[in-house]
């Protein structure tokens, strides 16, 4: 799945002819020294449309355009701002790439050169390398259902991208490990927007071996007979009305010592959520095609951290299940069992998320003992109304857990917010007749899915539980996410958490 046909390039000084210019500029507008050089050598027009041009002052997110002089080598400039450089933070060098991307395709050039200088505590090569990381992750785009070849260029023309910088030779080395991250971001994205009769659990797990080929990575696959031989009847029983049969994937990396227990990421991944014989509403039930978005992170992160080979050994499960409703559907009142050997009572077909995750958490936990699990699913609408769109929902067991989540997330500019667990949701899950119930009250239902979970985390084990369902939508863009492609959130973060907690040198 390829999903941006741009080329990077870091190079020195050249006089190649390129159709646009692109160069970075402060607060109040004042350029950086490649920017003042470049200035010089045309007699100020730079600095003159930049004077002439009162609403651009160099802020972040602002950018500027103008022709070049006609004997030039560019036609076009840009001037991109990244505000006060004191305050700057990687992640805002990031979103000036993104920014970049944005305001070309506005004017629709091929090939860009970007100009690049260190920026307070930020190397040269260290700002190219992020520069590129932010214009590919903006330039994503799914198009692949779109018959008409005119439709997809209007979308885009730019194709090579060069990076103009003194010393670039570090800066292959900066971007490659970031381009990992790209490609595990640009496979969720991809799984999530891929509708419900084409992604189903059988050919996720085909995609899934077909991405990780070529990687260290080793896979489990359990069908819906191995699943109902080891006793999962709770994945099972949400998968039991589709035509499309369960499964479960267990990846497996080995970055550290073979002894030392991983960490496990385990993801959601209903393929399309009708609520079952709970039938949901028909207005927007399209948006649940994307309830496989946890599993896509935990797939696509996965990708990212086996291809930049990082230190660290991980366990990464998805459940797969299609929740339909059929004559072969479990229904409200059903009891079923679970591989944990616990009873559960079915209130709520609709409430299946944390069913198949129920059996995906012991699993992993019983075969692969982590020490660390983090699991990721769109599990309740209730999320979205306590936090909206913008910020994901973190219940956790573990404080110092919470803390590296949190400011791993702060780092690469993805927003968490704590969320409580407490014995009075646990009590709100106990059944009458069986061992405890899919669904509580109507208040706190994102609290009580949490309470659910937990049931079925073991003694010792730290764990967050992340409820993606409002950042997972996708309804809203930014920056570094254009429109429909807010599908891998989370893997920026969990990335980032494994390289300050497991790979510091
Ligand atoms: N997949 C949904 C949650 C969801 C809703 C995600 C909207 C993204 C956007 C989940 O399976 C669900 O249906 N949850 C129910 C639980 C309820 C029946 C206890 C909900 O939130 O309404
Ligand atoms: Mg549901
Ligand atoms: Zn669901």
């Not at 049969?245 to 080995?254: A, D, E, G, L």
């Not at 429109?483 to 040198?505: A, C, H, M, P, W």
Request: glycine share 10%.
């Amino acid at each position: 799945m390829k999903s941006t046909n741009i080329s990077i390039n870091f190079t020195g000084k050249t006089s190649k002819k390129s159709d646009t210019i692109v160069i970075l500029a402060k607060k109040e507008g004042a350029l950086f020294d490649c920017g003042n050089d470049l200035d010089k050598e045309i007699n100020g027009w730079i600095s003159y449309n930049i004077d002439n041009t009162p609403k651009f002052e160099g802020n972040k997110k602002q950018s500027m355009v103008s022709s070049m002089p006609v004997d030039s080598q560019y036609n076009k400039l840009v001037v991109a701002g990244v505000g006060d450089v004191e305050k700057l933070e990687a992640k805002d060098i990031e979103v000036v790439g993104g920014n970049i991307y944005t305001a070309i395709k506005s004017i629709g050039s091929e090939e860009i050169t970007v100009l690049v200088d260190g920026i307070g505590e930020y190397k040269a090569d260290d700002v190219a390398a992020r520069i590129a990381y932010g214009i590919k992750l903006a330039s994503y785009k799914f198009d692949k259902y779109k018959s008409e070849a005119e439709d997809k260029e209007k979308e885009e023309t730019l194709k090579k991208v060069n990076i103009q910088l003194s010393s670039f030779k570090d800066a292959y080395e900066l971007y490659s490990e970031l381009d990992c991250v790209v490609e595990g971001i640009f496979l969720s994205r991809n799984l999530t927007n891929e509708p419900a009769n084409n992604l189903y659990p059988e050919s996720y797990v085909k995609i899934i071996k077909e991405e990780m080929k070529g990687l260290d990575v080793s896979i489990e696959i359990l069908d819906e007979k191995k699943m109902q031989k080891l006793g999962m009847e709770a994945i099972f029983s949400v998968g039991k009305g589709s035509v499309r049969q369960p499964r479960m994937v267990i990846m497996k990396y080995i970055g550290a010592g073979k002894k030392d227990a991983p960490i496990a990421f385990v993801g959601k991944g209903v393929t399309f959520d009708t609520g079952g014989i709970s039938l949901k509403p028909g207005a927007g039930m399209e948006d649940m095609k994307i309830d496989m978005c946890g599993s896509a992170v935990v797939v696509g992160l996965m990708k990212t951290l086996a291809s930049r080979k990082a230190k660290v050994n991980v366990v990464a499960a998805v459940g797969l299940a299609e929740n339909m409703p059929s004559e072969h559907a479990y229904r409200p009142s059903d009891i079923i069992g679970s591989y944990k050997g616990k009873t559960i009572e079915v209130i709520n077909t609709d409430a299946e998320g944390r069913l198949v995750l129920a059996d995906t958490l012991s699993y992993v936990q019983k075969k692969h003992k982590p020490h660390t699990v983090i699991d990721l699913a769109t599990l309740t609408g209730a999320m979205m109304v306590a936090l909206g769109l913008d910020y994901c929902g973190v219940f956790s067991n573990d404080n110092d857990l919470w803390n590296e989540i949190n400011q791993a997330g702060d780092k690469v500019g993805e927003k968490f917010w704590r969320m409580p667990l407490d014995k009075s949701y646990m009590n709100e899950i106990k059944s009458e007749i069986a061992d405890i119930k899919n669904m509580g009250s109507k208040y706190g239902g994102a609290c009580t899915a949490a309470a659910f979970l937990q049931y079925f985390i073991e003694d010792g084990v730290k764990w967050s539980h992340l409820d993606i369902a409002g950042v997972a939508l996708g309804k809203k863009s930014s920056s570094l996410i254009p429109k429909g492609g807010s599908g891998g959130f989370g893997v920026r973060t969990l990335n980032q958490l494994i390289k300050d907690k497991y790979e510091v040198k």
